[in-house]
């Protein structure tokens, strides 16, 4: 765990009898990561091939039939992108068509506690991180072909 110098004896103090569920080895290679300079290395490193990729999904969403019926929220930043769909399916019904296709999806249903109190378009999480960027045009036309009527 990282914390402030200052509050190490507080929760030594309070907390100390909990047991930590991550292993000492992986904090302790963490550790030396973030000591030797390579973690922040790493997460600069990945925050650019994730811009790319985030960029080249967008490019493809606006430049397919399904920029008429898709509104993208939360593009500014993360590993994900939420995909506001208006085109008269149903949420598992999206999904179902898109999984027909080979792209596996989930929405945003799923992460909710209770069912919206008033019905809405179906939002999809699109993620991009493990999508290899010269694949990410070519899901989309699978999306394209799965969600035009």
């Given at each position: ?68 019926f898709t509104k993208v929220e939360g593009s500014e ?34 992460y909710r506690m209770e069912a919206a109190s008033t019905p ?30």
């Amino acid at each position: 765990m990282v914390i402030p110098r200052q509050l190490v004896s507080v929760f030594s103090e309070r907390l100390g009898v909990y047991s930590c569920t991550v292993p000492t080895f992986e904090q302790l290679v963490l550790a030396l990561l973030i000591e030797s300079g390579d973690f922040e290395r790493h997460i600069n490193r990945m925050k650019k091939i994730y811009k790319r990729k985030r960029r080249a999904l967008l490019d493809a969403l606006s430049a397919s039939s399904l920029d008429a019926f898709t509104k993208v929220e939360g593009s500014e930043a993360g590993l994900h992108l939420l995909l506001k769909i208006q085109n008269g399916m149903s949420e598992e019904t999206l999904l179902d068509r898109a999984a027909k296709q080979g792209v596996l999806l989930h929405g945003l249903s799923e992460y909710r506690m209770e069912a919206a109190s008033t019905p809405s378009p179906p939002i999809i999480l699109l993620g991009y991180t493990t999508i290899p960027e010269n694949d990410i045009e070519k899901a989309v036309k699978k999306l394209e072909k799965a969600w035009t009527l």
